[in-house]
């Protein structure tokens, strides 16, 4: 880990954090237009993680796995002996099954990061249930732990995205600030319903968004110590991000989407992806 990873890694995390204060420009908009262009942005959010998931952290992940499965693996070499005794097609077969443990690995720990993200939104949904007998303030206060535990979880897909490699960073950092600009200004809105003054939710958006920074150094320290370990949770944070675009977002897309408009939300949704395509151009 060099010095220029870790500049990299903090500016990105600090232009995160400041999305938090994007509830300024809710002082200035309309409420008719703020619900006008909320789905919009959830639409090019949705879009934004999907193809940083499947074309910067699985193809990235997939590139390498041999790496990082090796020791988890038969011993590859066994394996080549073993198709050697075959004929020439038969050893392709099994070659090709060979190479298919790593690619098998990844989609794992895509599947891990999918439903570890599930059981973490069941348990918010529960705890929410829990509060919904209680005045509206302390649903501020569980949106605020919310917020903060997922700016503590972008902090570290940042860190651990740089870690990686620095325009793979560069992508996961575009698609959680696309992400965060609509789920800021909700955690605003639910901050101001719950009877906090602007000023006030302003100030607890950007007290929540400091856990980032905390994520993002914690997973570069950590990443010194992992060393081929790393790429691992590259396919975890994309069964995350696959998750929260399939569960939340694209049906609240949905809710929104009239036919009047509802090629203009899928048009958002790919320029999303087309812009994580345009940063392959990166690497």
């Not at 955690?187 to 929540?208: E, I, P």
Request: contains cysteine.
């Amino acid at each position: 880990m060099d010095s220029i990873t870790v500049i990299y890694a903090l500016i990105s995390v600090a232009a995160v954090s400041l999305i938090s204060l994007i509830g300024l420009s809710v002082i200035f908009f309309h409420e008719n237009a703020l619900k006008r262009f909320l789905p919009y942005a959830l639409s090019l959010a949705a879009g934004a993680m999907l193809g940083n998931a499947f074309l910067h952290l699985i193809p990235e992940s997939m590139s390498q796995a041999p790496a990082v499965v090796s020791e988890f693996l038969p011993d590859h070499d066994d394996v080549a002996q073993h198709n050697n005794e075959h004929d020439h097609d038969h050893a392709h077969e099994h070659e090709g099954h060979t190479h298919s443990g790593p690619a098998l690995a990844v989609m794992v720990l895509t599947l891990v990061g999918f439903f570890g993200f599930f059981g973490f939104d069941l348990w918010l949904h529960k705890l929410g249930h829990c509060s919904a007998h209680n005045v509206v303030k302390p649903v501020a206060w569980l949106a605020l732990l919310s917020d903060t535990l997922e700016n503590l979880s972008d902090g570290i897909v940042i860190g651990a995205a740089y870690l990686i490699n620095i325009p793979l960073g560069i992508a996961t950092t575009l698609a959680v600030l696309v992400h965060e600009i609509p789920v800021e200004l909700g955690d605003f809105a639910v901050f101001t319903h719950a009877g906090f003054s602007r000023k006030k939710a302003l100030w607890l958006n950007l007290l929540s968004s400091v856990s980032a920074f905390v994520g993002c150094i914690g997973a570069l320290i950590a990443g010194s110590f992992m060393g081929n370990l790393v790429p691992a949770v590259a396919p975890i944070i994309a069964g995350g991000m696959i998750y929260m675009a399939g569960s939340t977002l694209l049906p609240a897309i949905k809710r929104h989407a009239e036919h009047a408009n509802a090629t203009h939300h899928f048009l958002c949704v790919l320029t999303g992806t087309g812009l994580m395509a345009l940063l392959l151009l990166l690497h």
